[in-house]
């Protein structure tokens, strides 16, 4: 279902800026003002690499993962879904033994195992962002690789558990891609332990 | 009686003769890389077989990989009149104009398995997660080789997009682990003998190699004859494609031990349901682009593969 378009988002913090007087619109060589526009932004797109792309969406995505986000809840979905959610619980385990490394917390509820990292596998959270959509970009390569440097993003993010976390309590902001009855990925954007 | 039983007759000519007529809802070309790769001969059968079952007729050809052959194709599909094309392409540049010259002649395109740079050409582009397929395929090398040693990589056609779009993927996986080496990197080119003979140059020149990934199974299948033929069962082989000589391989133990598996069959029938739909209603209620995940395939699941799909 496709929500916002994400060149209407990018257009809000402009507006924000306006109102407040600054000054936001940059003059080119003539000194005439460079005003952005929405094809042209849309065609840019395309051109971007994966780290330029990530930092352009990071903000939205945050913004929208907090506003979105509710309380994860095991659940069964037909085919594959990704969303924002938070997840509360006590640390059971930080698994650091391999290069994916998963820190494993109990909610009450179920025990739901976070990749924390360095490597972190999938696209949670590229496809849990409404306004991502594989249209806007110019093939798979440029598609997939954004969701890698989004995962970048996200270990830059959130701060990395380890052992001595065993027995804490966490709130985690994370994206979730549910496959079937089960969770297949659960990336962390923030993880704040109490 | 004579008149009753001509009636009948009469009545069952005519019943068969416009259930011939109301069976044909128009022609679909159905245009595909060239058949002697089973996969794309998986996809043209599954596309002509949805098609034939939702009423339309067929005309199923191959344009060889050739931008020309497929330019003359798209052309008699758009002089025949055909209510679609359902098209596997032979460059994701190279085809853009082809396209724009059908969507002008007003015959919409429903593309398979490989993507079009451009969008707004092509009606449906359901395009394999070749990269996401790529990781998958690479995960599992990783495993298999237990996060290091020395391995090789054999790279497709240089001028098919697949070819890098997987390469890339491994690598997008196997980089993170500093404690694999690739020892070599060449292209077969698709091609199983060809992989045969790299696979002999390579051993010899890196008799200390632990596993070869290979980007299709016509080339792994080389591989591992080469390999077989030097006695060294301890190397592990990883494909691409899904085709049922390498779940065979699988099951037997040898030294593939996992593929990917494109549903062709299903891309092609899926095409063809998004086609029909579009020719009776006008739209397809779907995104243009939909990218259609691959499934690994190794000893717990190679069962159930059969002719690119999962039974």
């Known amino acids: ?194 | 009686m004579k008149n009753k039983l001509l009636t009948i007759s009469a009545l069952a000519i005519a019943t068969a003769f416009s259930g011939f007529t109301m069976a044909d809802n128009g022609l679909i070309a159905i245009i595909t890389p060239s058949h002697d790769n089973p996969f794309f001969k998986a996809e043209a059968m599954g596309a002509q077989a949805k098609a034939e079952e939702l009423g339309y007729t067929t005309l199923v050809a191959s344009h060889d990989d050739d931008a020309n052959k497929q330019d003359q194709l798209i052309s008699t599909a758009i002089a025949r009149k055909a209510k679609a094309i359902i098209l596997d392409n032979a460059g994701s540049d190279v085809t853009i104009g082809a396209l724009e010259k059908a969507k002008k002649a007003g015959v919409p395109a429903f593309l398979i398995d490989r993507e079009i740079n451009k969008t707004g050409v092509a009606i449906s582009q359901i395009v394999s997660n070749n990269y996401q397929g790529a990781q998958l395929g690479a995960e599992k090398f990783v495993e298999l080789m237990g996060g290091e040693g020395k391995y090789v990589e054999l790279l497709g056609r240089e001028s098919d997009t697949n070819a890098h779009v997987r390469s890339q993927g491994y690598h997008d996986i196997i980089d993170d682990y500093t404690d694999m080496e690739m020892v070599a990197q060449q292209t077969a080119n698709w091609s199983q003998p060809e992989a045969f003979t790299r696979m002999e140059s390579i051993l010899q020149a890196n008799p200390d190699i632990k596993g070869v990934i290979s980007g299709n199974d016509t080339m792994a299948l080389g591989a591992e004859a080469a390999l077989k033929a030097a006695g060294r069962d301890d190397v592990i082989v990883v494909g691409f494609d899904g085709s049922d000589y390498v779940r065979d391989s699988i099951l037997a133990g040898a030294n593939i031990k996992a593929t990917v598996l494109q549903p062709a069959w299903d891309q092609a029938q899926m095409a063809m349901v998004q086609a029909d739909q579009y020719i009776r209603t006008g739209s397809t209620g779907l995104d243009e682009k939909q990218l259609m995940d691959c499934i690994l395939i190794d000893d717990s699941n190679a069962k159930q593969l059969d002719t690119f799909a999962m039974k």
């Open chain 1, 1 to 194: 279902m496709r929500v916002m378009n994400l060149t209407k988002l990018s257009l809000i913090p402009m507006f924000c800026v306006a109102l407040l007087g600054c000054d936001v619109v940059k003059l080119d060589q003539n000194g005439n003002p460079i005003i952005p526009m929405t094809a042209e932004e849309a065609a840019s797109l395309t051109n971007l690499s994966p780290e330029a792309l990530a930092d352009r969406f990071w903000a939205d995505i945050l913004r929208e993962a907090n506003t979105v986000s509710k309380a994860f809840e095991q659940k069964q979905v037909e085919g594959k879904n990704s969303e924002f959610v938070r997840i509360s619980g006590i640390v059971e385990i930080v698994d650091d033994s391999k290069k994916t490394a998963t820190m494993t917390v109990a909610t009450g509820k179920e025990d739901v195992v976070l990749q924390i990292g360095p490597i972190i596998r999938g696209n949670a959270i590229r496809d849990a962002a409404s306004f991502i959509n594989f249209d806007d970009f110019k093939n798979q390569v440029q598609f997939a690789r954004l969701s890698k440097a989004l995962n970048k993003k996200a270990m830059t993010n959130f701060t990395r558990p380890d052992s001595s976390w065993s027995g804490s309590t966490v709130d985690v902001l994370a994206a979730v891609t549910f496959k079937g009855a089960s969770v297949s990925e659960v990336v962390p954007l923030e993880i704040v332990k109490r």
